[in-house]
Structure formats: structure tokens, C-alpha cells
């Protein structure tokens, strides 16, 4: 399960609340209850669990330790400063600090009976004051006078000297044999000092270091923790004599070393970070004091702890950015300066304007909305501002490199769009990267100016690629030339006579205008491209003109094609022929005079045959005997066929009745006209004006 995300803000607030602190706790391995205070209290506890019935005094505190006393008292352990305080019948429990010879001879008479928990290190030492003093031996005694156990071990020896410090040492004068010895919590330090006065004070010193082991262990390991740590906490209670020996030793070696009774006396607010902290406690310290003590700095570093999972996991959760990775975010919004993105990162990043694109009419906030996923590049983890500097156009770039690398390597075609025009040519930029494409090499016609293809896009087929020289050079005259041969051999593949296709005016000449109908070019010949007479085809098309174009022929062999372009529907004669019917007598103009017969142009796009023996009355070898070209003459139309758009005529019948027809009959030629002439008579426009309707082109 993941860490829940805080805001910047709730983060900085968790931190000052819980304070961040971290602490490293050293504990001493001495620390607590020696041997003799252990013993003592279970002795205690055992009597206590023996008889309840007897009452149970204690010769004053069982232990320097509030806490241990008062638990005692609360189990029916009541301290007596006098043995004749105590009831009879009693129990009366010895503590561990011992007493002297006299108290002992005082509860005999009492008829106490003892629990006696001195400790056997303390009894040693009566005994050994008890033995020199008989033997002859002074008796000096290092430590504290009103510790009860240096009182205790007086009684041993009424006469014997105490001797708390160097000063009262250099007051010692003995000149016979002394024997001393240390109260058992004095400190190793200590009693050398003052043995090295009294040396020069006794004349026969017999010096018994009488202190406990675990006393001189303890306070060696104070002194070695003081000494390393920031802060030191003695735990234990200010009567206690070893426990006030350890402040002594911790503050000699830790200025802030603190004594300490118990938890509650363990200020937090004298802590700082990463502190490393020394805790040491006196004999008369139990375990429970030192475990809370502990407790609750480990409470302290268990919330940093949390607070450092806390960090670590929101770190975690958080993405680590470097200058230069690519990395996915998410739109947060756009606008065509700059757009926001959510990294998934302590800060956000910004795309400036200038590192979104190098297309100059994409417009930012059309192209990326709120919410959005995109990749970006790293430019600055950190952009001065707290804020991560992205480029999207850098991204393009790098992957531009890479598309082109590919589409080298396996020939494919990039799309780019041309951004200038330079020496020789153009550069495109294809996904940022800039591709050179010689003037050549931009289309597979001629170009006079280049700069009509900047802002336009454009296909390209890489003709040459070096990453390392950063040079690419590009085609789209080969690009063109491809399509242009595909679209050739789709257009062979699929043309008809009689289709329908648009195409492009290309090219004019005289005698026609060549029209490209994808792929290739067509010829539209003059005559087709308007029923009426023309003397060049730019008086019916231009060049560039789109057009609509009908496939009149098609030769595969030798690649050509023949358009029309003039529509049927706008043939005159289609219109006027309407106006005209057979029997009807009819005015023109004579237009053509051939050996078979004469045309007529009744109106212009429309014209008839009169066929050689329907000129005249008279027997004629040729029309030019009677008739003259433009002359206008009358005639009656004798057929009209219109599917082959052709009119018959008969100058001969549109005359006057003769009275002679005998005569006439005789004069007048053959009617018949003959099937070789009937041909001819199909009259058209072309066929007016002598043009030809060829398809090939000339
Ligand atoms: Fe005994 Fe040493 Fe403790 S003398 S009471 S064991 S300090």
C-alpha cells in the first residue's frame, strides 16, 4: 500500500509538530541494581510473603530509591529511625549499607527478629576493621561520614578516622601501622588520591581497597559513556551516594549531564537533534525506572522513525528526476505561452512556448488540453524558480533522429513540413530534426521559387543520413515521381473509352491542350474543344484550369489518349435542328462546293448537302457550274436524320414549277443519291470547316 500523498504544505506542518528528532540512546550495561541491593530486596520480598502476620520495620530507608521505599511501605514495610520504635515480635529488616556491633547487641536485647540484608562486600569490611583493630591496626576509613554504611563500619571501630577528601588525608598523622580501607560506592579516583596523601601521612599503611567491583565497573563505564555522548542522563535518587557519584563522574566528562529520578523527570525539550545520549543509574535504581526512562526516548525516536518512514515513503512516492530522462506526465493546463504538467514530482514542470514546437502555427493551447498525457524532456530538474524546466520539441528531436535513422534504413517516407528557404534549396523540418532538400530535389517539375513551399507540408524520402555530422538531405521529387508512377499504372489499369475524369490543363498548343488525368496526360485536340471554330485553345482553357474530360481513345501502345472536352449538349445543332422539317423551304449560304454536292450553312453550326443532282434542273458535272462559294441560295430539306445529324437539301425542288415538266423531266439528273455520297452528307461542324477529328496527338 502505498504512502497516502500530503500536500507540500501538510508535510511541512507533520515535520514541526512531531519535531523531526532522531536520538541514538547508550545504555549502561551496569546500569541499575547491583548484587547486594538485589539481594536485599528479594530478602525483603520474601519476608514479605512469609508471615504477613508480623508487623515489618525496615532501620531506615531500605534503598536510596523513593519509588522501591514507597512500594515497600504500601506492603507493610514501615522504616524506624530507633530500634525502640519497632514493636516486639516483630521483623526488623538490616538494609544492605549494614550497621555496627552495638546495633546489633541492642536488637538481641529487643528481641527483634532480624532479616539481615547487608551486603557480604560490606560485611567483609567490618570484618577486616574488626579484625585490624584488634590486632593493633588504626583504622582509617575513606568515604562519606553520614552514609550510614561509613557509620556502620565506625561501629566496627569507635576510634577508627574518616577521611572524606585529600585535605582532611593531609590532617591524618599516624605513626604506627593503619588500616584502610573505602566505602564501597567511592569512586577509583577518588581513593587513589587520597591513598597517595595518607601514604605520606601513615607510617605502616596497609591500604584494603575495599570498593564493590560493581561500584568502580559502574562508574568506569560512566565516565568511558560521558565521554562520547551529547547529553547524559544519570537515573537514580539524589540520596543515593553511588547515583550521585555517577552525576559527578558524567558532568567531569558530559556538560550536559542530567540526574534524573524517573520518566517524568526526563525533559525532551533539552534534546536536539540527533543527540546521542548516554543513560547510566545507580545501584539503588530498579530496572522499571531505567526501562521507562528508555521508553520514552524510544517513543521519541519511534516518531522520527515514522516521520522518516513518513519522509522516505513520501520521497518514494515521489518520482526522482534527473536533467536529460524522458519521463510521461500529465497536462495540468495550457496555454499558448506555456503548459503546466504534473510529474508525479515535488515540484511541477512548465514547457515554455519556445520548447513546445518548431511548427510556428501550432498553436499550444489547441493542441494540449487539461488532463492530458504526454512525454516530456528533462531540461532542468530545478529551472531557479523550484519549478522543473520541460521541452516537448526536444523529445521530437531526439525521436526525430530516430525516425529518420529508421526510415533511412528501410527506405520509408517522413512527413515534415518546410520551414525556409536556403542556398540551393529548402530545409523541412521533419520531428524537429532539419532535413536539406535541394532545389532538385523539391518537385518533379521546375520550380522558379522556392518559397511558395515554405509553411506547406511535405512528404520526403531520405536520400542521406549522418547522426554524427548532423546532416540529413531529403527528396520529394522522388516521392512525387513514385506516386506520379503509380497513379500511371493505376490510370492504364482502369481507363475506358467513354469515361468521365477530371484532370488539370498542363500544357497548350496550337493544335491542342494536354491535360493531366492522374498520372499521365491526355490530348484534348482543338476540334474538341468547342463546337464552334477556334484558332488556338487558350480561347476555350487555360493552363492550370481544372477540367472535365471524356476518354475518346485510348492507344496503349504508344501511350496516348485522346480527350473531348466540348459536350454534346452544347452542340447548335442539336438546338436547331428543332426549328427546321422536312418540306419546308429553306435559305443559306453556300459554304463548301464539292464534286458529290454543295453545302449550305443554313445557320451557323448547321449545314446541309445538297446533293449534285438536286443543284439544278440542268445536268451538271460539277456544283461550281451554277453555284459560288458564299452565294445564298433557297432549298427545301428533303430528310432530316437526326441520330446521324445530317440534313438533305434540294436547291432543284425549292424552284419555281415548270410547264414543260416533260422537258423538265428530260433535263433534270438522276434523283437517286448514291449510297457512296450518303456519307457525306453527315454534316458537322468539323466537317464544315475541314478540321480533323483525330484522336493521335500531333
Ligand atoms: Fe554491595 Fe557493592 Fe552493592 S557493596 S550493596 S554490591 S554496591
Same mark, same amino acid.
Given at each position: 500500500?502505498g504512502?497516502?500523498?500530503?500536500?507540500?504544505l501538510e508535510?511541512?506542518?507533520y =515535520?514541526?509538530?512531531?519535531?523531526?528528532?532522531?536520538?541514538e540512546?547508550?545504555?549502561?550495561?551496569t546500569s541499575?541494581f547491583?548484587?547486594?541491593?538485589s539481594r536485599?530486596?528479594r530478602?525483603v520480598?520474601?519476608?514479605?510473603?512469609?508471615d504477613?502476620k508480623k508487623k515489618?520495620?525496615?532501620l531506615?530507608?531500605?534503598i *536510596?530509591?523513593?519509588q522501591v521505599?514507597?512500594?515497600f511501605k504500601?506492603k507493610?514495610?514501615?522504616?524506624i529511625?530507633?530500634?525502640d520504635?519497632?514493636?516486639k515480635?516483630?521483623i526488623l529488616i538490616i538494609?544492605a549499607?549494614g550497621i555496627s556491633?552495638?546495633?546489633?547487641?541492642q536488637?538481641?536485647?529487643?528481641?527483634i527478629e532480624?532479616v539481615d540484608?547487608?551486603c $557480604?562486600?560490606?560485611?567483609?569490611? *567490618?570484618s577486616?576493621v574488626?579484625?585490624?583493630?584488634k590486632?593493633?591496626?588504626?583504622?582509617?576509613i575513606?568515604? /562519606?561520614r553520614?552514609h550510614p554504611e561509613?557509620?556502620g563500619?565506625k561501629g566496627w571501630?569507635k576510634?577508627?578516622?574518616v577521611?572524606e577528601?585529600?585535605?582532611?588525608?593531609?590532617?591524618?598523622n599516624? !605513626?604506627?601501622?593503619?588500616c584502610?580501607?573505602a566505602q564501597t560506592?567511592?569512586?577509583e579516583?577518588?581513593w587513589?588520591?587520597i591513598c597517595?596523601?595518607?601514604k605520606?601521612?601513615i607510617?605502616?599503611p596497609e591500604f584494603?581497597?575495599?570498593?564493590?567491583s560493581a561500584?568502580?565497573d559502574?562508574?568506569?563505564?560512566?565516565?568511558?559513556i560521558?565521554?562520547k555522548?551529547?547529553?547524559?542522563?544519570v537515573?537514580g /535518587?539524589p540520596?543515593?551516594?553511588?547515583?550521585?557519584k555517577?552525576?559527578?563522574i558524567g558532568s567531569e566528562?558530559?556538560?550536559r549531564?542530567?540526574l534524573?529520578?524517573n520518566?517524568s523527570?526526563?525533559?525532551v #525539550?533539552i534534546l536536539?537533534?540527533?543527540d546521542? %545520549?548516554?543513560v547510566t543509574a545507580g545501584?539503588?535504581?530498579p530496572?522499571?525506572?531505567?526501562e521507562?526512562?528508555i521508553g520514552k526516548m524510544n517513543?521519541i525516536?519511534?516518531?522520527?522513525d515514522e516521520e522518516? @518512514?513518513?519522509e522516505?515513503?513520501? &520521497?518514494? !512516492?515521489?518520482?526522482?528526476l534527473?536533467?536529460? /530522462?524522458i519521463?510521461?506526465?500529465?497536462v495540468?493546463?495550457?496555454?499558448?505561452?506555456e503548459v503546466?504538467?504534473?510529474?508525479g514530482y515535488?515540484?511541477?514542470g512548465?514547457? $515554455?512556448?519556445?520548447?513546445?514546437s518548431?511548427?510556428p502555427?501550432?498553436r499550444?493551447?489547441?493542441?494540449?488540453k487539461?488532463?492530458d498525457?504526454?512525454?516530456?524532456?528533462i531540461?532542468?530538474v530545478?529551472?531557479g524558480?523550484?519549478n522543473?524546466?520541460?521541452s516537448?520539441k526536444?523529445?521530437?528531436?531526439?525521436?526525430?533522429?530516430d525516425?529518420?535513422?529508421?526510415?533511412?534504413?528501410?527506405?520509408?517516407?517522413v512527413e515534415?513540413?518546410v520551414s525556409e528557404?536556403v @542556398?540551393?534549396?529548402?530545409i523541412?523540418?521533419v520531428?524537429?530534426?532539419?532535413v536539406?532538400?535541394?532545389? !532538385?530535389?523539391? !518537385?518533379?517539375?521546375?520550380?522558379?521559387?522556392l518559397?511558395?513551399?515554405v509553411?506547406?507540408?511535405v512528404t520526403?524520402?531520405i536520400?542521406?543520413f549522418n547522426?554524427?555530422k548532423k546532416?540529413v +538531405?531529403?527528396?520529394h521529387?522522388v516521392?512525387?515521381?513514385?506516386?506520379?508512377?503509380?497513379a500511371?499504372? @493505376?490510370l492504364?489499369?482502369?481507363i475506358?473509352?467513354?469515361?468521365?475524369?477530371?484532370?488539370?490543363?498542363k500544357?497548350?498548343?496550337d493544335?491542342?491542350a494536354?491535360v /493531366?488525368?492522374?498520372?499521365?496526360?491526355?490530348?484534348?485536340?482543338i476540334s474538341?474543344l468547342?463546337?464552334?471554330?477556334?484558332?488556338?485553345?487558350?480561347e476555350?482553357?487555360k493552363e492550370?484550369q481544372?477540367v472535365?474530360?471524356?476518354?475518346?481513345?485510348?492507344n496503349?501502345?504508344?501511350g496516348?489518349i485522346?480527350l473531348?472536352?466540348?459536350?454534346?449538349?452544347?452542340?447548335?445543332?442539336?438546338?436547331a +435542328?428543332?426549328?427546321?422539317? %422536312?418540306?419546308?423551304?429553306v435559305?443559306?449560304?453556300?459554304?463548301n462546293l464539292? $464534286?458529290?454536292?454543295?453545302?449550305i450553312?443554313?445557320?451557323?453550326?448547321?449545314?446541309g448537302?445538297?446533293?449534285i443532282s438536286?443543284?439544278s434542273?440542268k445536268?451538271? #458535272?460539277?456544283?461550281?457550274e451554277? =453555284?459560288s462559294l458564299?452565294?445564298e %441560295?433557297e432549298a427545301?430539306i428533303t430528310?432530316i436524320?437526326?441520330?446521324?445529324?445530317?440534313?438533305?437539301?434540294s436547291i432543284?425542288e425549292?424552284?419555281p414549277?415548270?410547264?414543260?415538266?416533260?422537258?423538265a423531266?428530260? &433535263?433534270t439528273?438522276?434523283e437517286v443519291i448514291?449510297? &457512296? *455520297?450518303?456519307e457525306?452528307?453527315k454534316v458537322?461542324?468539323?466537317?464544315?470547316?475541314?478540321?480533323?477529328?483525330g484522336?493521335? &496527338?500531333?
Amino acid at each position: 500500500m502505498g504512502c497516502p500523498r500530503k500536500s507540500k504544505l501538510e508535510m511541512a506542518l507533520y =515535520l514541526e509538530v512531531n519535531g523531526g528528532l532522531r536520538l541514538e540512546i547508550i545504555v549502561a550495561k551496569t546500569s541499575g541494581f547491583c548484587f547486594g541491593v538485589s539481594r536485599a530486596i528479594r530478602m525483603v520480598e520474601d519476608s514479605l510473603e512469609k508471615d504477613s502476620k508480623k508487623k515489618i520495620y525496615s532501620l531506615g530507608p531500605i534503598i *536510596h530509591n523513593r519509588q522501591v521505599v514507597e512500594d515497600f511501605k504500601n506492603k507493610g514495610v514501615e522504616i524506624i529511625e530507633q530500634l525502640d520504635q519497632a514493636q516486639k515480635n516483630a521483623i526488623l529488616i538490616i538494609r544492605a549499607h549494614g550497621i555496627s556491633p552495638e546495633v546489633y547487641e541492642q536488637i538481641k536485647e529487643n528481641n527483634i527478629e532480624v532479616v539481615d540484608t547487608t551486603c $557480604p562486600f560490606v560485611s567483609k569490611i *567490618h570484618s577486616k576493621v574488626s579484625e585490624c583493630s584488634k590486632s593493633g591496626y588504626s583504622i582509617v576509613i575513606v568515604g /562519606d561520614r553520614s552514609h550510614p554504611e561509613v557509620v556502620g563500619i565506625k561501629g566496627w571501630d569507635k576510634d577508627a578516622v574518616v577521611v572524606e577528601n585529600e585535605d582532611e588525608a593531609a590532617g591524618v598523622n599516624i !605513626s604506627g601501622k593503619a588500616c584502610v580501607v573505602a566505602q564501597t560506592t567511592l569512586s577509583e579516583q577518588k581513593w587513589d588520591k587520597i591513598c597517595s596523601v595518607l601514604k605520606e601521612r601513615i607510617a605502616e599503611p596497609e591500604f584494603f581497597n575495599t570498593i564493590c567491583s560493581a561500584t568502580s565497573d559502574r562508574q568506569r563505564e560512566a565516565r568511558d559513556i560521558a565521554g562520547k555522548v551529547d547529553v547524559m542522563f544519570v537515573i537514580g /535518587d539524589p540520596n543515593s551516594s553511588n547515583t550521585r557519584k555517577l552525576l559527578e563522574i558524567g558532568s567531569e566528562y558530559c556538560p550536559r549531564t542530567y540526574l534524573i529520578e524517573n520518566a517524568s523527570q526526563l525533559d525532551v #525539550n533539552i534534546l536536539k537533534e540527533n543527540d546521542r %545520549v548516554g543513560v547510566t543509574a545507580g545501584a539503588s535504581t530498579p530496572d522499571w525506572i531505567i526501562e521507562e526512562v528508555i521508553g520514552k526516548m524510544n517513543q521519541i525516536n519511534k516518531t522520527a522513525d515514522e516521520e522518516l @518512514n513518513f519522509e522516505k515513503m513520501y &520521497e518514494e !512516492s515521489m518520482r526522482v528526476l534527473h536533467d536529460g /530522462d524522458i519521463v510521461k506526465g500529465r497536462v495540468i493546463r495550457a496555454s499558448d505561452k506555456e503548459v503546466f504538467v504534473d510529474l508525479g514530482y515535488k515540484a511541477d514542470g512548465i514547457i $515554455p512556448q519556445e520548447e513546445i514546437s518548431d511548427n510556428p502555427d501550432q498553436r499550444t493551447g489547441e493542441v494540449f488540453k487539461a488532463g492530458d498525457e504526454i512525454e516530456v524532456y528533462i531540461m532542468k530538474v530545478n529551472d531557479g524558480e523550484g519549478n522543473v524546466l520541460l521541452s516537448k520539441k526536444r523529445i521530437e528531436y531526439i525521436k526525430g533522429w530516430d525516425r529518420l535513422a529508421e526510415a533511412y534504413s528501410k527506405g520509408e517516407l517522413v512527413e515534415g513540413f518546410v520551414s525556409e528557404v536556403v @542556398n540551393s534549396g529548402v530545409i523541412a523540418l521533419v520531428s524537429g530534426v532539419r532535413v536539406f532538400i535541394p532545389a !532538385s530535389q523539391l !518537385s518533379d517539375r521546375h520550380v522558379d521559387d522556392l518559397s511558395k513551399f515554405v509553411k506547406k507540408p511535405v512528404t520526403l524520402k531520405i536520400l542521406e543520413f549522418n547522426r554524427q555530422k548532423k546532416k540529413v +538531405i531529403g527528396s520529394h521529387k522522388v516521392v512525387l515521381q513514385k506516386e506520379t508512377e503509380e497513379a500511371r499504372k @493505376n490510370l492504364w489499369e482502369n481507363i475506358e473509352v467513354g469515361q468521365i475524369l477530371t484532370g488539370t490543363v498542363k500544357r497548350l498548343t496550337d493544335f491542342g491542350a494536354f491535360v /493531366d488525368i492522374g498520372g499521365m496526360d491526355g490530348l484534348i485536340h482543338i476540334s474538341q474543344l468547342s463546337w464552334n471554330r477556334i484558332k488556338h485553345p487558350s480561347e476555350v482553357v487555360k493552363e492550370g484550369q481544372q477540367v472535365e474530360v471524356s476518354i475518346l481513345d485510348i492507344n496503349k501502345e504508344k501511350g496516348k489518349i485522346s480527350l473531348g472536352y466540348r459536350k454534346d449538349i452544347d452542340n447548335p445543332w442539336e438546338s436547331a +435542328i428543332n426549328r427546321y422539317e %422536312v418540306g419546308s423551304i429553306v435559305k443559306g449560304k453556300v459554304v463548301n462546293l464539292m $464534286p458529290f454536292g454543295v453545302f449550305i450553312e443554313l445557320e451557323p453550326g448547321l449545314t446541309g448537302l445538297v446533293h449534285i443532282s438536286q443543284v439544278s434542273r440542268k445536268r451538271i #458535272n460539277k456544283p461550281q457550274e451554277v =453555284l459560288s462559294l458564299g452565294q445564298e %441560295v433557297e432549298a427545301k430539306i428533303t430528310e432530316i436524320d437526326r441520330e446521324g445529324k445530317r440534313i438533305s437539301l434540294s436547291i432543284k425542288e425549292a424552284l419555281p414549277v415548270i410547264e414543260d415538266e416533260a422537258q423538265a423531266k428530260n &433535263e433534270t439528273q438522276d434523283e437517286v443519291i448514291p449510297d &457512296e *455520297h450518303k456519307e457525306d452528307m453527315k454534316v458537322t461542324l468539323g466537317d464544315l470547316i475541314g478540321e480533323d477529328t483525330g484522336a493521335e &496527338e500531333k
